[in-house]
């Protein structure tokens, strides 16, 4: 192994989920697996089979992954009783091929929390570490409050992790599991441990509750450790975890590190940040390093000047290298090569020197002001800009829609209620005009189905429109200028019979207006990708 290999884990499906605020569906964990394992990250913690539904639900039916390894979360066997006879070890084992497994190194959490003997800890450790490692293709165990054990009792701080080691763990993680340690101290005791478990195999995982999350994880790094366990935009409990988003670049491209990532997927790190905030349904935090909106953002002056003449005068690294984009505030000249990388995502060839991509530009430009958001809804990007290229045909036009909802309350105690929807949709399609209505438990859900109607009468439209399922539906009310304008943003996530799955986006100060815009799109890219022949409404 290479002394400047360090491998990534992510914990964002499972401490992530534990951020005040934050409820992971299935969906959810599914859509963000993929984008960590887009970026090639190398493990990816699904959750705690067995801990509830959610998570049960997410290893039933695990994402297929092309360059991350699934890892699965637990604890050591319970005292008192033997790992081959513990059911959580057990389910561990059918989760996934990687376990991580949590146990206590702290003394004072062994006899206060667990109420056991020091060396009961030990054996718990040892032995279901050696037990699983039979089952499955690797181990790893994640050292409860190691930082605190190891300056409250050094030697049994490091007699657990030493436990986990010479039982067959892969990684031994440090964990600063209450975040009151700092930089400096970590160095120190990593250095330490690497003396009695190889850095290789050491691990660090760290808590941000004095915002040095990200400082003490590469503190580590350069102490010796050889993993680095974090969320991405630092999700987590309390202050959150160390973020991911921050401490891949700064490995790459500050320390020289190799963390299994191509510079190409680098440039995508932006995009997937934005991702997890459109599933948490939030505005991303414009003040993130690497890949907010003010990371490159000069506004005005002397700063504008010496920008202008050379970039390196107020910016560490090109902003194309993560993603980003710089925005000079007073004449904002950027975004074209961002519009061309996401062209070549989506395999579209074109000049650069075209006027179509900088009226595109300008087009995404407006849009975002508007509200838009691309970074979570790349079937709505691709089809404005094949639009933009003349590539796309209108496949059907609404030329109008009325929806009512209708409630009554059916009995004299007002406690049974019915809540019903109608839609009706005139829709253009070719030379035909057709008008449809249809009910649904929801204005939406009714207007995707009077649509569907409609559509289903086309013979070259059915199998694709058939195959459409909406699986995901996220309403956000963006406040714009002095707050009397509430812009509606709307972003569906849809998916087909082969499991293809892509999002959209809608954007009105009219909640149906914009679900009907992202129920547009979704509609239109299935049809699209599937080489459906427009009859040119």
């Given at each position: 192994m290479?002394?400047?290999?360090v ?6 499906l499972?401490?992530?989920?534990q951020t005040q605020?934050?409820d992971?569906?299935?969906?959810d ?5 993929k984008?960590?394992d887009?970026?090639?990250?190398d493990?990816?913690e ?5 801990a509830n ?7 039933a039916n ?5 360059n991350?390894k699934?890892?699965?979360f637990?604890?050591?066997r319970?005292?008192g009783?033997s ?5 959580g ?10 376990v991580c ?10 006899t206060?929390?667990l109420g ?14 050696a ?25 049994y701080?490091?007699a657990?992790?030493?436990a986990a080691?010479e ?13 009151g ?10 250095t330490d441990v ?15 509750d004095?915002?040095?999350?990200v ?10 450790a050889?993993?680095?366990q974090?969320?991405?935009?630092g999700?987590?409990e ?28 680098l ?9 997890l ?9 414009r ?8 990371a ?12 202008e ?5 107020y ?20 975004g074209?090569?961002n519009?061309l990388?996401r062209f ?8 650069p020197k075209s006027d179509?991509v ?5 087009a ?5 002001f508007?509200?838009?958001a691309?970074?979570?809804a790349?079937?709505s ?28 309350w059916v009995d ?8 019903m ?8 399609v070719?030379d035909?005009q057709?008008?449809s209505v249809?009910?649904g438990?929801?204005p939406?859900?009714a ?7 409609v ?6 439209y059915?199998?694709a429109?058939?195959?459409?399922e ?6 956000r ?23 293809n799955?892509w999002?959209t ?5 009219n ?7 992202a ?19």
């Amino acid at each position: 192994m290479s002394d400047k290999r360090v491998y990534l884990y992510d914990s964002t499906l499972r401490d992530g989920q534990q951020t005040q605020g934050v409820d992971f569906s299935a969906a959810d964990k599914t859509a963000i697996a993929k984008a960590l394992d887009e970026l090639s990250i190398d493990y990816i913690e699904g959750g705690w089979p067995g801990a509830n539904p959610t998570d049960d639900a997410f290893f039933a039916n695990p994402p297929k992954l092309k360059n991350s390894k699934l890892t699965a979360f637990g604890m050591t066997r319970r005292a008192g009783r033997s790992a081959s006879n513990d059911p959580g070890l057990a389910t561990l084992a059918q989760s996934a091929p990687i376990v991580c497994m949590v146990g206590k190194s702290w003394d004072f959490q062994v006899t206060e929390a667990l109420g056991i003997e020091l060396s009961e800890n030990l054996a718990m450790i040892s032995e279901s570490i050696a037990h699983l490692k039979s089952q499955v293709s690797e181990v790893m165990f994640d050292a409860e409050h190691f930082f605190d054990g190891y300056k409250a009792n050094r030697d049994y701080a490091l007699a657990a992790i030493k436990a986990a080691y010479e039982a067959g763990a892969r990684w031994v993680v440090l964990c600063d599991t209450n975040g009151g340690t700092l930089p400096d101290e970590i160095f120190d005791i990593v250095t330490d441990v690497c003396t009695h478990v190889p850095g290789g195999n050491v691990g660090i995982h760290c808590h941000n509750d004095t915002e040095n999350a990200v400082a003490n994880s590469l503190a580590a790094v350069r102490a010796g450790a050889r993993q680095v366990q974090g969320t991405l935009n630092g999700l987590g409990e309390r202050c959150g975890n160390a973020n991911l988003i921050s401490i891949i670049p700064t490995l790459m491209l500050k320390m020289g590190y190799d963390v299994g990532i191509s510079h190409e997927q680098l440039t995508h790190l932006r995009r997937i940040s934005h991702i997890l905030d459109e599933r948490l349904n939030r505005e991303p935090t414009r003040q993130a390093a690497y890949v907010g909106d003010s990371a490159f953002a000069h506004k005005g002056g002397l700063h504008v000047s010496a920008v202008e003449k050379n970039p390196a005068c107020y910016e560490h690294i090109e902003p194309e290298l993560v993603g980003n984009q710089r925005h000079i505030l007073v004449s904002d000249q950027a975004g074209r090569s961002n519009i061309l990388a996401r062209f070549r995502e989506i395999g579209v060839e074109v000049d650069p020197k075209s006027d179509a991509v900088g009226k595109l530009v300008e087009a995404v430009k407006q849009r975002e002001f508007d509200g838009y958001a691309y970074d979570g809804a790349e079937a709505s990007f691709e089809l404005l800009a094949r639009k933009a290229l003349g590539e796309l045909d209108r496949y059907f036009r609404v030329t109008s829609f009325r929806v009512i909802d209708e409630r009554r309350w059916v009995d004299e105690q007002d406690e049974q209620v019915i809540t019903m929807s109608e839609a009706t949709v005139k829709v253009v399609v070719g030379d035909g005009q057709f008008m449809s209505v249809a009910e649904g438990n929801g204005p939406v859900n009714a207007l995707d189905a009077a649509l569907r109607k409609v559509l289903l009468t086309v013979p070259e439209y059915v199998e694709a429109v058939q195959q459409i399922e909406l699986i995901d539906y996220k309403v956000r009310i963006i406040t714009r200028g002095d707050g009397t304008r509430a812009v509606t943003r709307v972003m569906i996530e849809s998916r087909d019979a082969e499991g293809n799955s892509w999002s959209t986006v809608g954007v009105s100060t009219n909640i149906i207006e914009a679900s009907y815009n992202a129920l547009r799109d979704s509609i239109t890219y299935k049809l699209f990708k599937s080489g459906v022949r427009s009859q040119h409404a």
